[in-house]
């Protein structure tokens, strides 16, 4: 019991990790397994998961100077492989892998952040057909964000300038390739933005790998593309190329040559246009002289306009017609109305006090007042006696009732 040598838990598991991070096989190795008990990324940017297969599974930790490196986001159920080293963590005394790569297995890394960039972006709305800008018609102002030296650049420069020679070509080169391309493109578009520099964006470059065209494939680039006041037109790569900007843009082309003649209209064209419509016009225009003219010989073929002398008498013998109309009109009715008049007056006369006298009626007065029956007077009482043509003083020797 005496040599019984005795160590603490501490001791122990220092021994076995130092065991564990000195056996050359276990410092860098590969493992591939399925993620699970993901606890997503923490304060400090660490991951914690567990990687496990059809039998057995292990802990597993990446720092986050590794993780800021991954081009996806890892989720429960993925299979990955990772790179990694084998150590003891001492608190718990339990075993766990330090991952310092992680790739997706069976499918490209950039593939899958692809996808995964592609999916978040189209459920916020950034791809829908109704937040998508109307290119100009005719843009004066034509930016151009692409690498200063490319075949890009030349080949927008040479089709604007054959199809809309009028046009401004404002070219802001950029990288468009490497980890730097990303904030030079997002700057460009911004300061495009910013000074209201063009009426219309081309952004884009040649083909290439995806790895060459991952810079397109950025969620910065694809949010200042979506937050563009200017219409964006992308044009990344080849005709079979797609990238986070072509869905994103307001409008995408196969190539940046595609893109120029989308965004700009054919001079040539144009002037074709213009002929025929003068010619339209002109057809248009002689038409209605014509039919203009032809509506003029008719008028002056009318005899007023042939002959003065034929208006005055046409335009005198209706003057003489409506006068006599007047004539008859007012003749009659004035003739009609003094008829009326003469029976009123006879009407008038037939009714008059000293019509009625005429016919041998009188009139008697006493007092001055009217008297209408024999008891207003007596005997001796003096009464006047009017008739149609004089009066008489009298005195009433008798009365008699009737």
């Known amino acids: 019991m005496s040599e019984m040598r005795i160590v603490s838990v501490t001791s122990l598991n220092m021994y076995v990790k130092s065991k564990l991070e000195d056996d050359f096989l276990l410092r860098n190795l590969y493992v591939k397994g ?6 997503g990324t923490y304060a400090s940017g660490h991951l914690y998961f567990s990687l496990k ?82 290119l100009p018609r005719y843009p004066m102002r034509i930016g151009v964000v692409t690498s200063g030296s490319g075949a890009a650049r030349r080949d927008i420069e040479n089709i ?4 809309f020679p009028i046009a401004k070509i404002i070219i802001a080169p950029v990288l468009v390739q490497g980890d730097e391309a990303p904030p030079q493109i997002i700057e460009a578009i911004n300061r495009f933005n910013a000074k209201k520099a063009a009426d219309v ?74 002929a025929l419509m003068v010619s339209q016009c002109k057809r248009a225009l002689y038409s209605f002289v014509d039919a203009q003219t032809a509506k003029l010989a008719l008028l002056t073929q009318k005899p007023c306009l042939v002959s003065m002398d034929y208006y005055v008498l046409d335009r005198r013998a209706r003057l003489s ?26 009407r008038l006369e037939a009714y008059s006090p000293l ?44 009365t008699e009732k009737i």
């Open 53 to 134: 297969d059809e039998n057995a599974c292990v802990q597993a930790v990446m720092f986050s100077g590794s993780a800021k490196s991954l081009a996806f986001r890892p989720e429960n159920g993925m299979k990955v492989i990772v790179r990694c080293r084998v150590s003891l963590y001492e608190k718990t005394g339990g075993y766990q892998i330090y991952c310092d790569e992680m790739l997706p297995d069976g499918i490209g890394e950039l593939y899958l952040a692809y996808q995964q960039l592609k999916d978040k972006l189209e459920k916020e709305g950034l791809f829908d057909p109704s937040r998508k800008k109307p």
């Open 160 to 163: 604007i300038s054959r199809r």
């Open 201 to 274: 964006l081309i952004v884009g470059r040649g083909g290439g790998s995806i790895e060459d065209l991952w810079a397109f494939n950025s969620e910065g680039v694809a949010r200042a593309i979506a937050a563009s006041n200017i219409p964006v037109v992308s044009a990344v790569g080849h005709e079979t190329d797609f990238t986070i900007a072509d869905f994103v843009a307001d409008l995408r082309a196969p190539t940046p040559s595609a893109a120029a003649e989308l965004c700009v209209p054919d001079c040539d064209e144009l002037k074709r246009n213009i």
């Open 355 to 398: 019509k009625i006298l005429e016919n041998g009626f009188s009139v008697v007065k006493k007092n001055g007042g009217v008297v209408r029956s024999v008891s207003q007077i007596s005997q001796c009482d003096e009464i006047e006696v009017r008739f149609y043509d004089g009066s008489a003083v009298c005195r009433v020797e008798k």
């Open 321 to 346: 017609m409506t006068e006599k109309a007047l004539d008859d009109c007012f003749g009659g009715y004035i003739k009609d109305t003094k008829n009326k008049f003469e029976l009123c007056t006879t």
């Open 34 to 39: 399925e993620i699970s008990n993901f606890k």
